[in-house]
């Protein structure tokens, strides 16, 4: 069964900055697009970063160009991390990572059948 699972979350002030992870399992390929996704109380699942092919292809959400960045593990090939610096106070929200094959590094939610069950980022001013 194809597992996603997130991890790194927590509390930053602005300015500060995190790692997250993203770990599959149960895939039989890899020839996919790794997402991140995040979702703050009231308001819709927005797109921030995708990857496709280890790295070979990246597509970001202009909120979060030149702050964040998406990379695959150069050994373990089956971890993706989404570095996030210069953090605001408006990056705070549940991030979700999705996986799918359909769409060519889409953001919409509606493309990514596989999810993980989310971390918590909280950015205070």
């Known amino acids: 069964q194809p597992q996603l699972m997130e991890s790194g979350g927590g509390s930053v002030q602005a300015g500060g900055s995190l790692r997250l992870s993203c770990t599959r399992s149960g895939f039989t390929y890899s020839d996919d697009y790794i997402a991140w996704f995040r979702q703050a109380p009231g308001k819709e699942r927005e797109g921030v970063a995708v990857?496709?092919?280890?790295?070979?292809?990246?597509?970001y959400a202009d909120s979060v160009k030149g702050r964040f960045t998406i990379t695959e593990d150069n050994d373990a090939k089956n971890t993706v991390y989404l570095q996030m610096s210069s953090l605001k106070p408006e990056d705070t929200a549940m991030y979700y990572c999705a996986a799918d094959r359909r769409r060519w590094l889409s953001l919409a939610p509606g493309d990514y059948d596989y999810w993980g069950q989310g971390t918590q980022v909280t950015v205070t001013s």
């Open positions: 990857l496709y092919k280890g790295g070979i292809s990246t597509a």
